[in-house]
């Protein structure tokens, strides 16, 4: 891979893995109409680190405050651990699975359209939303860990599906986006690490280095700002505007597909 490739990658990464917009589906697009192979794991192993990063150091208060031993955040502690449990579950036992549908392009497209579909529905139903997370229940956490163990399904947005379970569950907005970044730090780890041991048992050959640690850091700025601009979009405005633009993208993929 190149450096202006892992480039390429890093920004979709950074993009596509916070905003509600699938990072998979993105990633059809652009093999499609840019010729851009599928890189090898070990880059996909350093572009989900550098999502990680992005979060730990966007949320670092947050993650300082729920690692320390002061019990007044046991709840919020036990929470997360709660919606990261049906997250593993489903991973873990239905990874090669939903990782088939990667070679169809209609299941992507699909998937895609009804990504958008959830995203406009929460946004025109009579919810309010103005819970925090301490006001959820153990078996809410579930439901929204379910959602994030769903999303490995291409063309369905992790950070979408956890985003509008919340908000379903009443959340408030910046709640429902905190708490999807904060569950997606354990998912994340999780996947990396077995994608670490998928990479060790199949051995490395050919690597760039500087490509590889560029992608990471690309992935790890834009991730930020993506953050950071999501959560001040949802300040002012709703999930609609993503919901019309995933339906575009849906709509992009399923031409492909039948062309």
């Known amino acids: 891979m190149s450096t202006l490739e892992s480039i390429i990658l890093g920004i979709v990464q950074g993009i596509t893995e916070f905003l509600p917009i699938s990072s998979s589906g993105h990633l059809v697009i652009f093999q499609r109409l840019l010729g851009l192979k ?32 002061d019990p007044k955040h046991n709840k919020e502690r036990f929470l997360i651990i709660m919606a990261s449990i049906p997250t593993a579950i489903i991973g873990f036992g239905l990874k090669d699975i939903f990782e088939s549908l990667f070679g169809s392009i209609l299941a992507v497209g699909v998937a895609l359209v009804v990504t958008g579909l959830l995203l406009w529905l929460v946004e025109n139903l009579d919810i309010k939303f103005n819970k925090s997370i301490l006001d959820l229940s153990w078996f809410h956490v579930i439901l929204i860990g379910i959602a994030q163990g769903m999303a490995i399904t291409p063309g369905v947005s992790r950070s979408g599906s956890t985003i509008v379970a919340g908000l379903l569950l009443g959340l408030g907005r910046k709640e429902a986006a905190r708490f999807s970044f904060l569950i997606f730090i354990p ?12 990479v060790i048992q199949a051995g490395v050959i050919g690597i760039n280095t500087v490509a590889l640690f560029t992608g990471m850091i690309i992935s790890t700025i834009v991730g930020y700002l993506s ?5 001040k979009l949802l300040e002012n405005e709703n999930l609609n505007y993503f919901a019309y633009y995933v339906w575009g993208i849906g709509v992009l993929i399923l031409i492909l597909n039948f062309n």
């Open 227 to 231: 953050i950071k601009f999501l959560l």
């Open 187 to 198: 998912a994340v780890l999780g996947a990396t690490l077995l994608e670490t041991l998928d």
């Open 38 to 69: 599928e890189p090898q794991l070990i880059y996909n192993v350093f572009l989900h680190f550098g999502t990680l990063i992005a979060v730990l150091i966007f949320y670092w208060k947050d993650i300082k405050r729920l690692l320390s031993l």
